[in-house]
């Protein structure tokens, strides 16, 4: 969290809102190991960021068939972790950062075609890294749009805690 601090103090000595926009790649397994002490040490500080996630990078693997691929699970998992942790934080996410294109690509594997590993050779067409399909990217899309509509209702109808009891 430290060099973190610096380097915002370093990047935006004002403090400006908006000027910064710090880009989460930790990957499913790490994303909820680190990201909270970040937070809070930039809450403590009152720095001004926007946060946003990008599950892509933190979750290539490479397949048993040799091609560079992403799941689409660990993608979606990671999304939905740095949602939970700003929400127990009491901190905001900003965006997610995905790496698409509109063509019928097999890249990632999964999704609700369930793109494999095996599948992967089929229309394997990136010169560097995995992308989501046209299917995938909207479906992402979706599942992110539910669970933000999920967030804003229960939000608008707070479950009553103990102590307000």
């Given at each position: 969290p430290e060099e973190l601090l610096r380097l915002i103090d370093l990047l935006n000595p004002?403090?400006?809102?908006?000027?910064?926009?710090?880009i989460c790649r930790f990957g499913a397994d790490n994303v909820g190991k680190y990201l909270p002490a970040l937070i809070r040490a930039v809450e403590r500080e009152g720095k001004c960021v926007v946060w946003s996630c990008d599950p892509m990078h933190g979750n290539t693997i490479k397949a048993a068939t040799g091609y560079k691929t992403r799941p689409f699970d660990l993608i979606l998992k990671e999304?939905?972790?740095?949602?939970?942790?700003?929400?127990?934080e009491g901190t905001y996410p900003g965006g997610v950062?995905?790496?698409?294109?509109?063509q019928n690509v097999t890249e990632c594997?999964?999704?609700?075609?369930?793109?494999t590993e095996?599948?992967?050779?089929?229309?394997?067409?990136t010169h560097c890294d995995p992308r989501l399909n046209a299917d995938q990217a909207l479906e992402l899309a979706f599942l992110i749009a539910d669970r933000l509509k999920r967030d804003r209702a229960s939000m608008a109808h707070p479950q009553p805690t103990l102590a307000a009891q």
């Open positions: 004002a403090n400006e809102p908006g000027r910064l926009t710090l999304v939905e972790a740095f949602f939970d942790i700003h929400r127990a950062h995905l790496e698409m294109t509109g594997i999964g999704g609700a075609r369930e793109v095996t599948d992967l050779s089929d229309r394997y067409h």
